[in-house]
């Protein structure tokens, strides 16, 4: 908990915060591969987006996907924070294309 506050603390007063959530379509990996495919995301997102802040949760569906709720602080500028959630989008979506399928990358772009 403490490590969370001290996150929370350093988040900027300013900027909004937008929540969105990442899953994958009927094909998908155990919670483990998940993870894994989640944090070269996430990876991705710190070095693209130095200026952002993220807290996320993984959460199994009742069909065994795993999915993702993320909370992100991306700044005032509403333009700006769809464009970055819509890089994410896509980003995920190629993360999941290059493992599961071009039908799976169609999946996640028209379920989110």
């Excluded at 700044?75 to 993360?95: H, N, Q």
Aim: aromatic share 16%; proline share 2%.
């Amino acid at each position: 908990m403490t490590l969370l506050k001290r996150r929370c603390a350093q988040v900027v007063k300013t900027h909004k915060a937008y929540t969105f959530c990442l899953t994958y379509g009927d094909k998908f990996p155990d919670a483990k591969e998940s993870k894994k495919e989640f944090i070269k995301l996430q990876k991705w997102i710190y070095k693209k987006f130095k200026s952002y802040g993220m807290f996320w949760k993984r959460e199994p569906q009742k069909r065994g996907a795993t999915h993702y709720h993320i909370l992100a602080f991306l700044g005032e500028d509403e333009d700006l924070a769809r464009a970055i959630g819509e890089s994410i989008l896509k980003k995920w979506c190629a993360l999941v294309n290059n493992n599961y399928g071009d039908k799976q990358y169609n999946y996640c772009l028209n379920h989110h």
